[in-house]
């Protein structure tokens, strides 16, 4: 059975960090390509960070380049969003998403940026 378990999210003030993981299990997790997503309320779901299988390439939103960092630990089957001087525009539910032939996506988790 094939599961992507987010967590490290909650609320945070301007300016303060959250470690999001992504836990992922019944699938090759090495062979699929890693990305976090974010829907804002309102707002279409967008590609906040993508990583290759290595973890050798990485990509980010323009919104988010210099304060987000993802990363993964194959041995742990577990991607990880960091994510500093987060702004009350960052709020949002944050998925995790594995694509390779298949496609597959976590429940979320939420991240609320407010003073």
């Known amino acids: 059975q094939v599961q992507l378990v987010e967590s490290g999210g909650g609320l945070v003030q301007p300016g303060g960090s959250l470690r999001l993981s992504c836990a992922a299990s019944g699938f090759t997790f090495s062979s699929y390509v890693m990305s976090w997503y974010r829907q804002a309320p309102g707002k279409e779901r967008e590609l906040v960070a993508i990583?290759?299988?290595?973890?050798?390439?990485?990509n980010y939103a323009e919104s988010v380049k210099g304060r987000f960092t993802i990363s993964r630990d194959n041995a742990k089957n577990t991607v990880y969003l960091q994510m500093n001087s987060l702004k009350p525009e960052d709020t949002a539910v944050y998925y995790c998403?594995?694509?390779?032939?298949?496609?597959?996506w976590g429940q979320g988790t939420q991240v609320t940026v407010s003073s």
């Open positions: 998403n594995a694509r390779h032939v298949l496609d597959y």
């Open positions: 990583i290759n299988r290595i973890g050798g390439v990485t």
